[in-house]
């Protein structure tokens, strides 16, 4: 589908790139007045975007990838690759939430933090872009998946450049700069489309979202002590999967 309520695919990715930017600001805003409230939140925040990752990976993504035509050997190769990719970013940018005050969060990693999170959502940016011009409803989907895991991750960049050292405005100005990588990768790679085929960005993207949904937030909020904590973080990731399945079922 190339239009959805009369708007092409630039209009959602444009749009869209400047929504999720406006909910990086907004939820890095948040860190500063609710205090431990909602840091009681914030795990089954990251439980509810893990399902919703997933859940977008797996009934969205795979799916509209198989349905291209394309050998299921290079569609997963490029899941995989996805996949990957996001690991080399933890691995070697040491990009990773650390929602924790431990001492290794000095000052010198939140520039990594920084950078990783401008990469990541560059990636992401461009992942979910291809989405909206394969299928304007496959790529609302997406990017209700992303948009999922962007609270939970600004909250916890934010208690990162905190805790490094940054000041508060400096802290939420670099935060949104580095959001902004999300609306440059949609519109380059709108403009490479008018050039290439680049179906191969959809099982890219559910590569991405397993990857981050089932390595870097599952293992936050399955070992909780409490098994009140726990009950409370698997309804939440049941339902972000369950907000996917609407959405397959809503559009489709």
């Known amino acids: 589908m190339k239009e959805l309520f009369g708007l092409s695919a630039i209009w959602w990715i444009v ?25 009681r939140l914030l795990l089954p925040l990251v439980a509810f975007s893990a399902g919703a990752l997933i ?8 799916p509209a990838s198989m349905s291209t035509g394309r050998d299921p050997i290079t569609i997963f190769l490029w899941l995989l690759i996805g996949f990957t990719l996001f690991l080399a ?13 431990e001492t290794e969060c000095k000052k010198p990693l939140t520039y990594l933090i920084l950078l990783g999170d401008g990469l ?11 989405t909206f011009l394969l299928d304007i409803r496959l790529g609302i989907a997406a990017w209700l ?3 999922a895991h962007e609270l939970p991750q600004e909250l916890g960049d934010m208690g990162v450049l905190m805790y490094g050292g940054w000041k508060r405005l400096e802290a939420l100005v670099f935060n949104f700069v580095s959001s902004l990588t999300f609306l440059i990768g949609g519109v380059s790679v709108y403009l490479v489309s008018l050039q290439a085929d680049i179906w191969f960005l959809i099982p890219f993207a559910a590569g991405n979202f397993i990857y ?17 904590a726990n009950i409370v973080h698997f309804l939440f990731f049941v339902v972000g999967l369950g907000l996917m399945l609407a959405v397959k079922l809503f559009l489709d």
Do not use: Y
């Not at 859940?55 to 795979?62: E, N, Q, R, V």
């Not at 970013?89 to 005050?101: D, G, N, P, T």
């Not at 990541?120 to 291809?130: D, K, R, S, T």
């Open 15 to 39: 749009s869209g790139g400047i929504a999720m930017s406006l909910i990086a600001i907004a939820g890095s805003a948040t860190f500063f007045f609710v205090g431990a409230r909602l840091q």
């Open 55 to 62: 859940g977008g990976a797996f009934l969205h993504m795979i």
């Open 89 to 101: 970013i933890e691995q070697f940018l040491h990009w990773h939430h650390c929602r924790r005050a």
């Open 120 to 130: 990541h959502n560059l990636i992401g940016g461009m992942a979910i872009a291809g």
């Open 145 to 147: 998946a992303a948009a």
């Open 212 to 228: 981050i949904g089932a390595s870097d937030l599952v293992p936050e909020v399955n070992k909780h002590e409490s098994l009140k």
